[in-house]
């Protein structure tokens, strides 16, 4: 849980800079400080739990991730 809630925190800042903007998955990998390969298995869960949602380019390699409206929330109740 604990590394969740560190991609949740840093999609949580990169939100606050650029609201209503999805966040690219190169961006979130560097901020959150995670591998690329780790981050995508961490945002599936994420995705499944009806946080975020993840939209991946054509070959699955790049993307990008945003927050859903009660991911939202949950972290502005948890974040700010």
Known sequence: MTVLAGVLEALWRINAEWPDKPCTLAKLSK????PMSALRRQ?????EAGLVTLALDEGGVT????FTAGGRQMAAEIFA
């Open 31 to 34: 901020q959150a400080q995670r």
């Open 43 to 47: 945002l599936t869960m994420l995705e």
């Open 63 to 66: 993307g990008t991730v945003q």
